[in-house]
């Protein structure tokens, strides 16, 4: 065994011990983890035995992955309910199989269904370290895969291919992106339904060595899920994500700003939430996806004013992001709501 500090709480030293704390507000997938066997069956104890949850290991190991989940995810209250219901539901079973009482395996098959940018995604990840640590997928990795990975173009190139994912995913957990488009009932030559036939199969077969989460938009995982009844009732868990409102989204992006090491100046932060009453109100609009890629670009403009100055620069220069580098998006420039002249730009 390693000698290495003990894990922190707000990180995920559980899989990785000795490996520093993740910054805060990060929301991308933790650092690589190396695949470790699942927890063996517990050892049966004694009926008259009284069992503590909160001094158990693997139960501190989900908590502490569940705190994680709530500090790095704004919002998401119903969600994170559920992944703690989830949670809750498999260490019982554990508990339960410790006085050897036996039950069918729990069915773990999900579907995520929520607008873009509203982390479907990082939740999932999070699921698959919850199912490794209770023993339920031999490691904590997710095959991540859409319509393309898995139709082939041609009679014979279908069955491989969705084979081929699923053979990565074993083990673990197979994200299913944009689900809906694997059935296309208007196209009788579309090999999507052969990728539903194998799934079916496959997700029956291995239940005890593979979970899959279908993702996508709510109404057209409505219909996909109508359409294959069969694949709907082997799905148990299905979770709703939804949008973020403009008060989530403005201290996802304090969270994004902060993580990159930069700051808004108060004025920025103003002229930030006025960008996104505007951003939110218009097509396309896709969450904390929208925020990041309206940070990159404010990064520009101000990256831009600063060799601009043509003068030594501080720190607090460096960063800081001020509402002229807000204003500077053409959102301002095309509704010719641009606040100051040196705004333009």
């Known amino acids: ?65 569940l705190a994680t989940l709530d500090a790095e995810l704004v919002g998401l209250s119903g969600v994170k309910r559920r992944v703690r219901e989830i949670a809750a539901l498999l260490l019982v079973d554990r508990a339960r199989r410790q006085f050897g009482l036996e039950s069918s395996r729990p069915t773990l098959h999900m579907s995520f269904t929520g607008g873009p940018g509203t982390g479907k995604t990082t939740v999932a990840l999070r699921m698959a370290q919850i199912l490794h640590a209770l023993g339920y997928v031999r490691s904590p990795k997710m095959h991540t895969v859409t319509r393309d990975d898995l139709v082939g173009q041609f009679i014979g190139h279908t069955a491989p291919k969705t084979k081929e994912a699923i053979a990565k995913a074993a083990g673990g957990v197979l994200f299913i992106d944009e689900a809906y488009y694997l059935h296309r009932p208007e196209n009788e030559r579309d090999y999507g339904q052969e990728v539903i036939e194998i799934l079916l199969t496959e997700m029956e077969n291995e239940r005890g060595s593979l979970v899959v989460i279908f993702a996508g938009y709510p109404d057209r995982m409505s219909t996909f899920f109508a359409a294959n009844p069969g694949l709907s009732s082997r799905v148990p868990h299905h979770i709703e994500f939804e949008d973020y409102t403009h008060q989530e989204l403005t201290q996802i992006a304090d969270l994004m700003v902060a993580a990159e090491n930069f700051r808004f100046d108060d004025a920025a932060r103003a002229a930030f939430s006025e960008y996104l009453d505007i951003r939110m109100a218009q097509p396309r609009f896709s969450n904390a996806r929208s925020v990041r890629n309206a940070i990159e670009r404010t990064r520009l403009r101000q990256a831009r004013r600063l060799v601009e100055l043509n003068r030594p620069l501080t720190k607090d220069d460096l960063i800081t992001l001020t509402a002229q580098d807000i204003y500077g998006s053409s959102l301002f420039a095309t509704r010719g709501a641009v606040a100051t002249p040196e705004a333009v730009g």
């Open 1 to 65: 065994m390693s000698s290495g500090p003990e894990p922190q709480p707000s990180g995920f030293g559980f899989y990785r011990p000795g490996q520093p704390d993740r910054p805060p507000g990060t929301t991308g997938p933790p650092a690589a983890a190396e695949p470790r066997e699942p927890t063996a069956d517990p050892v049966v104890i004694d009926d008259s035995a009284e069992l503590d949850l909160s001094s158990d290991e693997v139960a501190a190991a989900v908590e502490r992955t």
